[in-house]
């Protein structure tokens, strides 16, 4: 499937390739596979659950990553999502950069994190509610909201923002972030990528920006991103 947003204006000319990647759940094979077969890009961002269902395997996949990024000269910038642990926001793996309430830059923008699935432990919360995670949007703010300009900036997320196509659980029932979806309403980012909720694979638009949820990656779902200053193509993918 593939999505287009027409222009409204460009910064200049700028482009580049994103593979956008979520909810591995340790399975390094699917991962494995995904790098090999998304070409050329200029970025990877991933969107939280790296590890399994019981915490463990997320360096086996980040030394993938690390690895892949090493060869290309090219950055990964994830954030951790609700299985995976503490330990994995001061990990250190050369070309991957873990945010969560943080930025950094790619190119011309900026890469804004937030870790944490609603409804689940995250860090030392045993369950995760907007109210909290509403603390670390404010975080960001404080420490970086200078830099987060109208579409100049990416937004990298676990958790989806509410009342949107990436946030409806099997039930109908939308179960995204609504102090995410103020950030976004408000700052406006360009792209926001999430995941948590594997079943709501799809791209969706709140205004000008784009939202995607690439699918999880464990069974072999992912996306790529074109990015040429206000023009966003996202193509979703799946391993053959």
Not at 70 to 79: D, E, S
Request: charged share 20%.
């Amino acid at each position: 499937m593939q999505y287009k947003v027409n222009p409204y204006f460009r910064f200049g000319a700028y482009a580049m390739r994103l593979l956008l990647v979520s909810d591995i759940h340790g399975k390094v094979s699917a991962l494995e596979r995904t790098l090999r077969d998304s070409g050329e890009v200029d970025a990877v961002l991933i969107a939280g659950d790296v590890s399994s269902y019981t915490g463990l395997g997320w360096g086996d996949v980040l030394n993938v990553v690390s690895r892949y990024c090493r060869r290309r000269n090219i950055t990964a910038f994830l954030v951790p999502g609700n299985v995976d642990p503490s330990s994995m926001l001061s990990a250190k793996y050369e070309g991957v950069n873990v945010l969560h309430a943080s930025t950094a830059t790619l190119g011309r923008y900026v890469i804004a994190g937030v870790g944490g699935g609603l409804g689940f432990s995250f860090l030392q919360i045993s369950r995760l509610t907007d109210t909290e995670l509403a603390g670390f949007v404010d975080s960001l703010l404080r420490k970086h909201g200078g830099g987060l300009a109208p579409y100049s900036w990416i937004l990298l997320t676990h958790t989806p923002p509410y009342g949107t196509r990436l946030d409806i659980m099997y039930t109908g029932e939308h179960v995204g972030s609504k102090a995410l979806r103020t950030l976004i309403e408000v700052r406006k980012p360009l792209l926001v990528v999430s995941g948590h909720i594997h079943e709501s694979r799809n791209v969706d638009y709140l205004g000008r920006t784009v939202l995607v949820n690439p699918g999880p990656n464990y069974k072999g779902f992912y996306a790529l991103a074109e990015v040429n200053g206000m023009k966003v193509d996202v193509e979703l993918l799946r391993l053959k």
